[in-house]
């Protein structure tokens, strides 16, 4: 998985509790990335990073935040968790100049 | 609004054959266009990708077809075999690939022994 862990890999929260998932890379690469993955949906991009402190909305950011005060750490938080957003979580890695995105092994949460 | 529309959703193929899964976008400031592999409980892998200044690339038995024209293009798995058995999305993404890749609804292939 290109150097790229995500942790936790599942969890499993109530409606209305904050959740926050973490990824961490060891790759050095610039451009980081949250998707979520549903059945039917393939993946959708929530947010962004092209760099320390900077971040960016994608398609599906509505109750999601980011931060990104390192190079190898991107943390996706869920405000206040529903059931909606239930699913599973990836996240990717590219190097500036690069196309290629890697991903990492997922995080599964369900959301109750 | 799906910006790239996959087909077919389930494929099944047998065994030496060779599976094909079609992929048509609409936004002409795409300029790259991969191919991710996922199997069960896994990450998608990067398969192949393409940019729209060629018109077909081949890597092994997995070649991309690319039609910049009719704005599709397809991926070919030759010589199939069941560890081919995956899930595969088509992506895009618009210049300089940084703002993050938008996905095809996936095609879940099974190839028969």
């Known amino acids: 998985d290109a150097g790229i862990t995500q942790s936790p890999r599942h969890k499993v929260t109530e409606t209305g509790t904050p959740v926050t998932l973490r990824c961490h890379q060891t790759?050095?690469?610039?451009?980081m990335y949250w998707y979520r993955q549903d059945p039917g949906h393939g993946l959708r991009l929530i947010h962004y990073?092209?760099?320390?402190?900077?971040?960016d909305k994608g398609e599906v950011s509505d109750g999601y935040s980011v931060s990104r005060s390192k190079t190898e750490d991107f943390l996706l938080t869920l405000e206040s968790a529903t059931s909606s957003q239930t699913s599973v979580y990836f996240c990717?890695?590219?190097?500036?100049?690069?196309?290629?995105?890697?991903f990492g092994p997922g995080t599964r949460l369900t959301v109750t | 609004q799906q910006q790239v529309k996959q087909s077919p959703q389930s494929l099944i193929v047998q065994k030496g054959g060779i599976s094909i899964i079609n992929c048509a976008y609409e936004?002409?400031?795409?300029?790259?266009f991969p191919w991710y592999q996922q199997f069960p409980g896994k990450g998608p892998a990067l398969l192949i990708a393409?940019?729209?200044?060629?018109s077909e690339k081949k890597e092994g038995r997995f070649t991309i077809s690319f039609n910049k024209s009719a704005k599709q293009f397809s991926l070919h798995i030759m010589d199939s075999q069941p560890g081919d058995s995956a899930t595969y999305f088509c992506?895009?993404?618009?210049?300089?690939?940084?703002?993050?890749?938008?996905f095809g609804k996936g095609t879940h292939l099974i190839i028969q022994p």
């Open positions: 990717a890695i590219s190097e500036l100049n690069s196309y290629e995105q890697y």
């Open positions: 790759e050095n690469h610039r451009y």
């Open positions: 990073s092209y760099g320390v402190k900077d971040t």
């Open positions: 936004n002409t400031a795409f300029d790259y």
């Open positions: 393409i940019r729209p200044d060629v």
């Open positions: 992506a895009a993404s618009p210049g300089g690939g940084a703002d993050g890749l938008t």
